[in-house]
């Protein structure tokens, strides 16, 4: 009996070491193994890493430079230019829309005389060559059949001339008095000349002395200043008449200012209907002698432009004549309060800071930054600074 119960304390004592064992394996064991599987997985992110550096690697650009080949150029639509020589300085101008010259005019009467009709009113569309106002004159009558008794006189030298002729040719008259008659109707067909030129010069009047006025051009009636049963005197002004579809602006400037423009150069206008481009088309100084002022004419290029009498604003750019560099106004963009071009190289384009001054005509003058020699990104250069900035943001992460 004592046997079998030590037995039974030798079995559970061997149980109680054992189980012992196994929970202090459990309480030093368990650390080491989490610390040294934590040890693997971080050496195995380490090769991984080392991996990516040697298979990947991150090679770090050129600051500034953004790679493109010249597909992706001619697919973005950035358009590169060279750097002009040459700035300028704006001046603002005030106008408006007139007739071109040649497609106006102010009809005045050759002849005083007694309105008779107004054949138009304002607004009236009418054909060169068709009458405005008639108009009866007792000189007109006195100028018609003067013209009409000089046409008679020659008349009737010819044919003295031409019975001295036949009778030179029978041998009745002396040669001589045929040189006198000859002379005599050289003489009256001078003087018939003369007379029928007054007589158109006047209108052409009929022989009661009545005279049509009328439009040397086509187009629309502006202002009529003659009244039925008024009186005219020679050189008064009847009707003025403008063609629509012929017009152009005209700017008054400063007399300095012609000096610095020239035609063919452009001007940018803003009108009622919006703003536009024109070209010069003139400049004259010393034209307007009361205003002091000269004018500047100019076209529109596409536009078509507001009615006659509209008024409008233009801004030319008169050339300076110096070396300074100026590049198009869309070159320029400002990165982290930096004026930036981008100079176009073989690789791309390279962000190069300038210092910038005046801006006229759609062109920025470039006062340090830039050689002259360099090509540069205008239109859509704002591509390139979106694309520096996404650069810039992606190497901060």
Same mark, same amino acid.
């Given at each position: 009996? #004592?046997?079998?119960?030590?037995?039974?304390?030798?079995?559970?004592?061997?149980?109680?070491? %054992?189980?012992?064992?196994?929970?202090?394996?459990?309480?030093?064991?368990?650390?080491?193994?989490?610390?040294?599987?934590? @040890?693997?997985?971080?050496?195995? @992110?380490?090769?991984?890493? !080392?991996?990516? /550096?040697?298979?990947?690697?991150?090679?770090?650009?050129?600051?500034?430079?953004?790679?493109?080949?010249?597909?992706?150029?001619?697919?973005?639509?950035?358009?590169?230019?060279?750097?002009?020589?040459?700035?300028?300085?704006?001046?603002?101008?005030?106008?408006?829309?007139?007739?071109?010259?040649?497609?106006?005019?102010?009809?005045?009467? +050759?002849?005083?005389?007694?309105?008779?009709?107004?054949?138009?009113?304002?607004?009236?569309?009418?054909?060169?060559?068709?009458?405005?106002?008639?108009?009866?004159? *007792?000189?007109?009558?006195?100028?018609?059949?003067?013209?009409? =008794?000089?046409?008679?006189?020659?008349?009737?030298?010819? %044919?003295?001339?031409?019975?001295?002729?036949?009778?030179? !040719?029978?041998?009745?008259? /002396?040669?001589?008095?045929?040189?006198?008659?000859?002379?005599?109707?050289?003489?009256?067909? =001078?003087?018939?000349?003369? +007379?029928?030129?007054?007589?158109?010069?006047?209108?052409?009047? !009929?022989?009661? *002395?009545?005279?049509?006025?009328?439009?040397?051009?086509? *187009?629309?009636?502006?202002? $009529?200043?003659?009244?039925?049963?008024?009186?005219?005197?020679?050189?008064?002004? $009847?009707?003025?008449?403008? !063609?629509?579809?012929?017009?152009?602006?005209?700017?008054?400037?400063?007399?300095?200012?012609?000096?610095?423009?020239?035609?063919?150069?452009?001007?940018?206008?803003?009108?009622?209907?919006? #703003?536009?481009?024109?070209?010069?088309?003139?400049?004259?100084?010393?034209?307007?002698?009361?205003?002091?002022?000269?004018?500047?004419?100019?076209?529109?290029?596409?536009?078509?432009?507001?009615? /006659?009498?509209?008024?409008?604003?233009?801004?030319?750019?008169?050339?300076?004549?110096?070396?300074?560099?100026?590049?198009?106004?869309?070159?320029?963009?400002?990165?982290?309060?930096?004026?930036? $071009?981008?100079?176009?190289?073989?690789?791309?384009?390279?962000?190069?800071?300038?210092?910038?001054?005046?801006? &006229?005509?759609? @062109?920025?003058?470039?006062? #340090?930054?830039?050689?002259?020699?360099?090509?540069?990104?205008?239109?859509?250069?704002?591509?390139?600074?979106?694309?520096? /900035?996404?650069?810039? &943001?992606?190497?901060? @992460?």
């Amino acid at each position: 009996m #004592n046997k079998k119960n030590n037995r039974l304390w030798l079995a559970a004592a061997i149980l109680l070491a %054992l189980g012992a064992g196994f929970g202090l394996a459990r309480l030093l064991g368990t650390p080491a193994t989490e610390s040294a599987d934590q @040890h693997a997985q971080a050496d195995d @992110h380490d090769d991984e890493g !080392d991996g990516h /550096a040697e298979g990947k690697p991150e090679a770090e650009g050129e600051e500034g430079l953004i790679a493109l080949t010249p597909d992706q150029i001619k697919a973005s639509g950035i358009d590169v230019v060279a750097v002009s020589r040459g700035g300028g300085h704006e001046t603002r101008l005030s106008g408006r829309v007139e007739p071109a010259v040649g497609a106006r005019a102010s009809i005045a009467a +050759a002849i005083g005389g007694r309105v008779e009709r107004v054949l138009v009113a304002p607004g009236s569309q009418i054909q060169t060559g068709e009458p405005l106002v008639v108009v009866v004159s *007792g000189e007109a009558a006195t100028l018609r059949a003067s013209a009409d =008794a000089a046409s008679a006189e020659a008349e009737a030298a010819r %044919l003295v001339l031409q019975r001295d002729q036949s009778l030179v !040719d029978q041998g009745v008259v /002396a040669r001589q008095e045929l040189e006198a008659s000859r002379a005599r109707s050289l003489a009256a067909d =001078a003087t018939a000349r003369a +007379a029928r030129a007054q007589v158109a010069a006047a209108g052409s009047p !009929d022989a009661q *002395g009545r005279t049509t006025i009328a439009s040397p051009v086509t *187009g629309v009636v502006g202002a $009529v200043q003659a009244t039925p049963g008024g009186f005219v005197n020679a050189g008064d002004i $009847v009707a003025n008449v403008s !063609d629509p579809t012929q017009t152009e602006l005209v700017f008054t400037a400063p007399p300095a200012l012609v000096t610095q423009v020239s035609p063919g150069m452009r001007i940018e206008v803003t009108g009622p209907s919006g #703003n536009f481009e024109a070209t010069i088309i003139g400049a004259a100084a010393d034209v307007r002698e009361q205003s002091g002022v000269a004018i500047i004419r100019a076209r529109a290029e596409a536009a078509d432009l507001p009615p /006659a009498g509209s008024p409008v604003a233009g801004v030319v750019v008169a050339a300076d004549k110096t070396d300074v560099l100026t590049v198009p106004a869309d070159a320029v963009q400002a990165i982290e309060g930096r004026s930036v $071009v981008f100079v176009a190289g073989t690789d791309g384009f390279r962000a190069v800071p300038v210092l910038a001054g005046r801006r &006229a005509g759609g @062109h920025v003058e470039i006062l #340090n930054g830039l050689s002259g020699d360099e090509r540069i990104a205008s239109s859509n250069a704002f591509l390139l600074k979106a694309e520096l /900035a996404k650069g810039e &943001a992606e190497h901060g @992460h």
